[in-house]
């Protein structure tokens, strides 16, 4: 944008408050629009602080106009969607780009009644600079009813709008049917159990576990399910180990863990060999998503599965030990034996590589 264009101060309501109250369509222009826009909507939500944002930057407008000159400033307000979100954001960078076409812009001062509002901040600054950033705080009255009565408005739209309904109502009846349901089935380990599933969640939104997931689930379908396999896999192993050594009387750690390894599933399988399989399963899936799209398939999958199969007998040399039963030569022999298997891979990763 060239220098000498005009400053343009941005109103934004990003979940579109006022196209859904007034029925209008966006980005609304000029001092006059923008000004009877305010009025027709704190006429019909006077609690309402977008109205108040608008507002505010019509003040802007008029200080910035007595700096630079009448025609240097303008003012237009833009909105989103109400569900905000990744679509509310495209509707607002339509909506600026439209005004761009129109103005000639240098710079940008951003209005907002709310974080929400703001953003969109760097949105509008992958368009046009952000000049500065006005956020509007609406001062409320300090006497006992006025809050009472502050606090009852902001209760009740947190129970009747829908984006904020499903933390507010949604989760808390989760929690109170788990609880329930629990009570009857486990009542010993109700407080753990929900204990370990709210920490499951947390764990999962906090390092972006489902939005991984659902990544696979698009570019790797085969791999998705084998992980889903393997997870299934190995809460049977756990499962049938767990039922083998809560039987188990004064036993210390190490041999528990031995148990729980060796204890059988079935005739012919242990709970190692489940391990195992279950850890082969998604290196099988990549394996198998590489050959469907016709990638090639990387000699370090083959050499990662081979590597564990080898170890499977390692892992059993080891629980035999642990639970006192085992030979310490066996034990030795399958470590040499799976250290070779290792050199070997590496070796001839290597050699692959360098040609």
């Not at 029925?23 to 609690?47: C, F, H, N, S, W």
């Not at 989103?80 to 940008?108: F, H, M, N, P, Y």
């Not at 929900?194 to 790797?220: C, H, P, Q, S, V």
């Not at 039963?325 to 022999?333: A, D, K, P």
């Amino acid at each position: 944008m060239s220098s000498k264009g005009k400053v343009l101060v941005l109103c934004v309501d990003r979940d579109n408050d006022v196209g859904a109250i007034l029925g209008i369509k966006t980005p609304i222009i000029g001092e006059d629009a923008v000004l009877r826009t305010a009025l027709d909507y704190i006429l019909r939500r006077p609690d309402d602080s977008d109205a108040n944002a608008m507002f505010a930057a019509i003040q802007t407008l008029r200080e910035m106009r007595k700096m630079r000159g009448r025609d240097s400033v303008e003012v237009a307000l833009i909105a989103g969607l109400e569900e905000e979100g990744v679509r509310a954001d495209i509707k607002i960078l339509k909506e600026l780009d439209e005004i761009l076409s129109k103005i000639d812009v240098s710079g940008v001062i951003l209005v907002s009644d709310g974080p929400t509002d703001e953003a969109v901040a760097p949105l509008i600054q992958s368009r046009v600079p952000i000049i500065s950033i006005r956020r509007v705080i609406v001062q409320q009255a300090r006497g006992v009813e006025e809050t009472f009565v502050l606090l009852l408005r902001y209760a009740r739209k947190l129970i009747e709008e829908e984006k904020y309904r499903k933390y507010t109502l949604g989760i808390p009846g989760v929690f109170a049917v788990i609880y329930i349901i629990l009570s009857y089935i486990v009542p010993n380990f109700v407080w753990p159990l929900i204990t370990l599933f709210f920490g499951t969640l947390l764990a999962i939104k906090g390092f972006n576990l489902d939005e991984k997931a659902r990544n696979i689930y698009r570019t790797r379908p085969v791999t998705f399910a084998s992980l889903v396999l393997a997870g299934v896999i190995f809460a049977i192993a756990f499962l049938q180990g767990y039922e083998t050594v809560k039987a188990l009387r004064a036993a210390t750690l190490p041999e528990i863990l031995g148990y729980l390894l060796l204890s059988p599933v079935g005739s012919q399988f242990i709970v190692a060999d489940l391990f195992a399989l279950g850890a082969t399963f998604p290196i099988l899936g990549r394996i198998l998503d590489d050959l469907i799209s016709g990638r090639e398939i990387r000699l370090f999958d083959t050499a990662v599965i081979g590597v564990i199969l080898i170890s499977r007998q390692v892992v059993v040399e080891t629980a035999k030990f642990l639970t006192g039963y085992g030979n310490v030569r066996n034990l030795l022999t399958w470590l040499f034996i799976t250290l070779g298997v290792i050199i070997l891979a590496v070796l001839t990763l290597s050699l692959s590589k360098e040609k």
